[in-house]
Every structure is written in structure tokens, then in C-alpha cells.
């Protein structure tokens, strides 16, 4: 089974300029967060997907960040305009529904590293 | 909201037994997860406990109570690659995840 996978690995942008990273998630799972951690610090929630849903959106810093997963498959996050302070790993994870077996546990993918300059 | 603390660090000698605290606060609790996190990578699943009492796997363990809003993740054996950041996470009713501040922890030979 193939895991999270997202892209790009590594982002270097200007601030001012727009970034858009994809996430896809393991197939099947209804399930999609993102993340991001900042300087080695925490994991902090930005937001949650059920299917093509957005079912909690309150760790979004700003409208510069909007989040889509249209179809209910992959989804994009897209930072507009880049700030200095955007800069971090941005982490998606998957997992299944609540009613299957392994829904308590987050599948993440290996991160997209954004640098705003 | 949910708030979550642990050590910022904690470091120990291979071959010890570490314990990992994590205290919560939150307006509705369905379970605790624990997961690690090496340099540059992503973090992987640990455990989980949905009730009170010790969950074990191979050199890992993990504690819940409920009551105290209290739990902990138990290391044995340490070994040099256990040298990581471990979070623990909140799940909540809508299956949010909602992590904690991340304890760093340095395995020293």
C-alpha cells in the first residue's frame, strides 16, 4: 500500500509570492489533516478533512492559507501571499474513518519544507 | 480547546528506562497517541490508549488515566536510535488530533 505522499519536498519562494503543496493520502482514507511544525517546534493542527469536507479549520493562521480536497481525494494548501512567518514543514496525514480498524492512527506523509525569503 | 504539556527535554544513558510524561486539558477527550519524530522526518505512530491502564508493544509502553488527565509513554532499553522528539496527541470526538509540545529526548551512550 502505497503511504501519504506529498509534494514538493522543499519549497524556496520570496515573500509576497504564492506556494500551493498537495498531499496525497492513502487511498481509502476518508480522513485528512494537515500540520505544520515551525523550527522544531510543536506540531500544530491546521486543519482537518473528512472526505471533501472540511471538518475543523480553526488552527488556519489567516485567509493567506486555504485548503481544498476536491473529490475527496488529494488536497492542496496553498499559501497566498507568503509571509516570513509561513516558513516551516507542513505535514499531511491520513487515516480511515472512525468505524474501521486503524482510526486512531495517523499515517503522515514526510513533509513539504516551505522557506519564505 | 485542548492543551497539552510535556518536558521540553529529557536525556538518558542507554540501556535506562525513560518515562515521558503528558498532562492534558480539553473540552472533550476520546484518546491519547503517541508518536515519534526523528530529525528531518516524519512522525510515526507510537501507540494509543482510548482507556485507563497500560497498553505495551516490544520496548514501548503507554499509560492512561482518564481521571487524572494524565498519561505517559515508557521506554526501555534505551537504545541510541530511540534518540528523538516524542509527541503526545489528544483525539477528540470529531477525530481531531491536537499534539503536544514535544519532549526531545537525547539516548547517550
Known amino acids: 500500500e502505497a503511504g501519504v505522499t506529498q509534494f514538493p519536498s522543499h519549497s524556496v519562494i520570496e515573500k509576497g509570492q504564492t506556494v500551493t503543496l498537495r498531499c496525497d493520502p492513502i487511498s481509502g482514507h476518508d480522513n485528512l489533516y494537515w500540520y505544520r511544525r515551525v523550527m522544531g517546534k510543536e506540531i500544530k493542527f491546521l486543519l482537518h478533512f473528512v472526505k471533501e469536507s472540511k471538518q475543523d479549520e480553526s488552527g488556519m493562521p489567516n485567509n493567506r492559507f486555504l485548503a481544498e480536497r476536491t473529490g475527496g481525494t488529494y488536497s492542496t494548501l496553498k499559501v497566498q501571499p507568503a509571509e516570513l512567518e509561513d516558513s516551516g514543514v507542513y505535514f499531511c496525514?491520513?487515516?480511515?474513518?472512525?468505524?474501521?480498524?486503524?482510526?486512531?492512527?495517523?499515517?503522515f506523509g514526510a513533509g513539504s519544507r516551505l522557506t519564505v525569503l | 480547546g485542548q492543551s497539552l504539556e510535556q518536558p521540553s527535554e529529557v536525556t538518558a544513558v542507554e540501556g535506562a528506562i525513560v518515562q515521558i510524561n503528558c498532562t492534558y486539558q480539553t473540552s472533550g477527550f476520546y484518546g491519547l497517541s503517541w508518536y515519534q519524530q526523528h530529525d528531518g522526518g516524519a512522525p510515526t505512530f507510537l501507540s494509543y490508549n482510548g482507556l485507563d491502564g497500560l497498553e505495551e508493544t516490544g520496548r514501548f509502553s503507554s499509560f492512561l488515566s482518564r481521571s487524572d488527565s494524565y498519561g505517559y509513554l515508557l521506554l526501555q532499553e534505551l537504545q541510541m536510535k530511540d534518540s528523538a522528539s516524542y509527541f503526545c496527541a489528544v483525539r477528540d470526538k470529531g477525530q481531531n488530533f491536537v499534539f503536544g509540545p514535544g519532549t526531545r529526548l537525547s539516548v547517550l551512550p
Open positions: 496525514a491520513s487515516s480511515p474513518t472512525k468505524a474501521l480498524p486503524g482510526a486512531n492512527v495517523l499515517t
